[in-house]
């Protein structure tokens, strides 16, 4: 995948000026990063280091994050599985449930569902497990209605990016991708200071940064920060609400 490092995201820049807006998580965002079966000499994250360096860091920063309860029923793995329980059983994760609509909001719901659907490979009638969860927590978004989708989902990113998103509920969503939060976790001071920041870069570099192809269309990690920061650091000086940085908890 490429990084956007010309353009601002309207949408992070949102959630800059206001972190505690609630943020829904795609499925790939609890499963541990793997590329060994497409780029060959690779091997998986262990869960061990992507909690650390990924999923700890996110809830330390972020205290509105959800998930779509179709989506926790797709976590296939344990460690990923029992990771979103224990979030949701210390109140940290927010479960989107459709039963919360009432039964006009639910024909809403519905109509965004099936208008969604038809850009992917999910089918209502079937409720096959194609693009399931992305469709699933799209809809729920456009119904609610919220800001944000987080992904690292191909699809779901390039509907959000597309004109057609107008036409079906999503003309108020904005996409938030995972080297738009790696970069806002390190601006942000959301870790240790070097252990923490070599597993930010460790995790760009895994994503986007490890193919031939991707060192020529992709800066490396130190530039992408010098570019980003171009970007967004006027936005995270002017915004008044920030979260605690990682080295507050330790030395508080």
Do not use: C
């Not at 699933?136 to 959000?160: E, M």
């Not at 895994?206 to 970007?231: A, C, V």
């Amino acid at each position: 995948m490429r990084v956007n490092v010309i353009d601002q995201n309207p949408a992070l820049v949102s959630l800059i000026n206001d972190y505690t807006q609630q943020i829904p998580l795609d499925a790939n965002f609890f499963i541990s990063f793997d590329r060994s079966n497409t780029v060959k000499g690779s091997f998986a994250i262990p869960f061990k280091s992507f909690q650390k360096f990924w999923l700890d860091p996110l809830f330390l920063t972020f205290p509105y994050l959800s998930i779509h309860r179709v989506v926790i029923n797709e976590l296939v793995s344990s460690d990923s599985r029992n990771y979103a329980q224990s979030r949701i059983d210390q109140g940290h994760l927010i479960v989107m449930e459709d039963s919360e609509f009432d039964s006009d909001t639910e024909i809403y719901r519905q109509s965004f569902e099936k208008a969604i659907a038809a850009h992917t490979a999910y089918e209502p009638e079937l409720d096959n497990a194609d693009d399931r969860g992305e469709v699933k927590s799209l809809a729920y978004i456009a119904t609610k209605p919220l800001n944000f989708f987080a992904s690292h989902d191909s699809r779901a990113l390039r509907l959000l990016e597309s004109p057609t998103k107008e036409t079906i509920g999503l003309s108020n969503v904005g996409a938030i991708e995972i080297y738009e939060l790696l970069y806002y976790l390190r601006r942000m001071e959301m870790v240790q200071p070097e252990d923490g920041v070599n597993g930010l870069k460790m995790i760009y570099k895994y994503l986007y940064y490890l193919t031939k192809k991707e060192k020529l269309e992709n800066p490396n990690w130190g530039e992408f920060y010098q570019l980003m920061d171009g970007l967004y650091a006027s936005e995270i000086q002017k915004s008044t609400g920030n979260p605690t940085p990682y080295r507050s908890f330790i030395d508080g």
